[in-house]
């Protein structure tokens, strides 16, 4: 199979977002890369995926190396793929929530890490 560039816009094959679009965000080896849907707009996170599991398609978003899911959203309205792809992009609300789960998420595990020295103490 031929290597993917950054910025192809993949379909799943395998696993369990199988027949969703991703887009690919870095090259980590010869047989993985990283992708992303955003996970708002296509229903893809972020993750390390085998090139095996993608089929790539004929669209090429213009993107860096790396990209984060607002530069890929940009991209997306930048092509013209949203009708294209029949993708549906979160209101800002939606944004904003998902935007502030991460870093609840982050307090949870420092609280953690937190007890856990006390209780080593």
Do not use: Q, W
Request: with cysteine; hydrophobic share 35%.
């Amino acid at each position: 199979m031929a290597s993917l560039e950054i910025g192809r816009v993949c379909m799943k094959v395998a696993g369990r977002e199988a027949g969703k679009y991703c887009v690919v965000t870095k090259k980590i080896n010869d047989a993985f890369v990283e992708v992303t849907g955003p996970k708002l707009v296509t229903g893809v996170k972020r993750r390390r995926s085998n090139i095996e599991h993608l089929e790539p398609s004929e669209y090429l978003l213009n993107i860096k190396e790396g990209a984060t899911d607002e530069e890929v959203i940009s991209a997306y309205h930048t092509a013209n793929l949203v009708s294209k792809l029949d993708l549906k992009f979160p209101s800002a609300a939606e944004m904003k929530a998902e935007n502030v789960k991460p870093a609840k998420e982050e307090k949870k595990e420092s609280k953690k890490e937190e007890k856990k020295h006390k209780e080593k103490k």
